[in-house]
């Protein structure tokens, strides 16, 4: 987790040095945080820096780095808790807390939207006397030229933006689960067998694992067909590369004449 600090920010809660560094590989768990006044008070602006996701904390009370790691987090989970986005904050931002890291402003661009969200959040505050939690719902609906989606759009909101973070997020961890369930199929063995019952009839099917199986028709629990014929015996099978391939020999094997199936399973021996 990245918290970058102005350095009016950096100074309240005495750190040293910040480093410059790139966008989190996670953007959920990159936020860019500026302190403000209003009303005589000081408030701290926490924005995801990617999106400009926004939320409002009073500053009062934090004088250290631990106060506002814990502030900061509490106020990210109660907000987005708030707008509908709890799933979001469990699934994507919670996880990167477990480690808190402070670093300087990522670029112009953001530090310029992020005036511009003070002063909006100023006016909030004082002309129209908001809450800062109240503050943060008003700031993601404000246009801004940073994060629209695309140059002819012109504009785009804080909210729609998050959005799309957590919809591209949501594709990249739906296309990791489909790469995963490939590489498993391309490292699985599928087999198509043939078993002979009690009462010498045949039956195909397909499986990954031949001798649990057997014992799941000798237990009456793999198929309606051989429950009635036991006990069985395999007396054929074939190795196919995929599931996908298995099914198609399974179908042929199945539309076989008893002649050929017989021709089969005497090739096996």
């Known amino acids: 987790m990245i918290f970058r600090l102005s350095q009016r920010l950096k100074q309240k809660i005495k750190i040293g040095t910040l480093n410059a560094s790139p966008l989190d590989r996670n953007p959920f768990g990159d936020w860019s945080c500026h ?17 400009l996701y926004s939320c409002v904390m009073p500053a009062k009370g934090i004088t250290n780095q631990k106060v506002f790691a814990e ?38 661009s953001v530090t310029s939207s992020m005036n511009q969200l003070i002063e909006y959040a100023q006016d909030l505050l004082i002309v129209d006397a908001m809450s800062p939690h109240e503050v943060g719902f008003k700031l993601n609906d404000f246009l801004l030229s940073a994060i629209a989606a695309k140059k002819s759009d012109g504009y785009g909101t804080p909210n729609d933006a998050f959005r799309r973070m957590v919809d591209s997020k949501n594709q990249e961890e739906v296309e990791s689960d489909l790469r995963e ?26 499986t ?39 099914l198609k020999r399974e179908l042929e094997i199945k539309a076989m004449p008893r002649r050929a199936k017989e021709s089969l399973i005497k090739s096996l021996k």
């Open 35 to 51: 302190i403000f006044p209003a009303n005589r008070r000081q408030y701290i602006l926490l924005c995801n820096t990617k999106s």
């Open 71 to 108: 502030k900061a987090v509490d106020c990210i989970r109660d907000f987005t808790a708030d707008d509908a986005n709890q799933w979001a904050f469990r699934k994507f931002i919670a996880p990167e807390f477990k480690t808190v890291q402070f670093g300087k402003a990522l670029n112009r």
């Open 181 to 206: 369930d490939e590489t498993l199929e391309k490292i699985t063995r599928w087999f198509v067998y043939i078993l002979r019952c009690a009462d010498d009839s045949l039956d195909t099917g397909i």
């Open 208 to 246: 990954t694992d031949l001798r649990r199986r057997c014992e799941q028709h000798n237990a009456g629990t793999a198929s309606r067909y051989t429950r009635s014929r036991l006990p069985v015996t395999m007396v054929y099978h074939e190795t196919q590369e995929n599931r996908s391939m298995a």
